[in-house]
């Protein structure tokens, strides 16, 4: 298994200072209740949040049962989601190093946060150990490059008049779950059998005009500020009017709105393991 040690600090770093400005930017708290539905939560179950972020999901979830609890690895998140909601439970935790004991959780809630794991092998059969036999685990991801404007209209950009070559951490390939059968498989080398594969449509409105865009790359993301800020300083004005030029075709009414899709992936623990 490849180390990315240097990737796992990178992100955790980067996250560390997006706690602030997550909710503005972010398009999963509109997900988040579409994807707590494929739980299939009963008032019983014992949930785990992994990623949790400012606690939305965990938020979510507290609706059908009150034993859920919300982790992340960024303690600023932790704090976030502590203020925001001081009536539910959270805690820092690594996904990679989970200190729960064997068989106990129901269900496992992840959203898009198996993107920024630095070992999403290891994650997953963290996700395997703690879930009871026959658990469920539901997680999200971000659709393809090619389908995602957001993600694929940077690609080319950075293609075209920059560098991806800037000195990023190395780290796992960004789309081994939003392919089906690359999911099915990772899933099922950690004692899990994908149940279900949706993909769904969806439409990011940022709340700001095209000439926002290089500011949204900056919050919304690790990777896609440090790809813009470590580019050569003579070539950047160019790259970002070059995207602010490509997000015009998003522009209504002065606010971007663009195609976001994404996967909603449901796994179940394989009776044997564990």
Sequence with gaps: MPIFSDFKSFEKDGWEQRAA???KWSATSQIVPIAVEAL???SVDRVLELACGPGYGT???SKKTQDVLGT?????MITEAKALYPDLEFEQADAENLKFSNNSFDKVFCTFG???FAHPDK???EVCRVLRPGGIFVFTVWAPVEKSPFFGILSEVISQLGSFDVGLPDGPPIDDFSVKDRASTKLSAQGLLMTNFQMKDNVFDTGSPASEIPKIYRE???RSKGLLDFQDQNKLPRIETE???RFKEFEEEGTVKMPFPYVIVTARKEQQHY
């Design 40 to 42: 299939n939560l009963s």
């Design 72 to 76: 992340d690895f960024a303690d600023s």
């Design 21 to 23: 400005t997550y909710g």
């Design 243 to 245: 995207l602010i030029s």
């Design 114 to 116: 198996v993107l920024h």
């Design 123 to 125: 994650a997953l059969r």
């Design 59 to 61: 938020s979510e979830i």
């Design 220 to 222: 919304v993301g690790v």
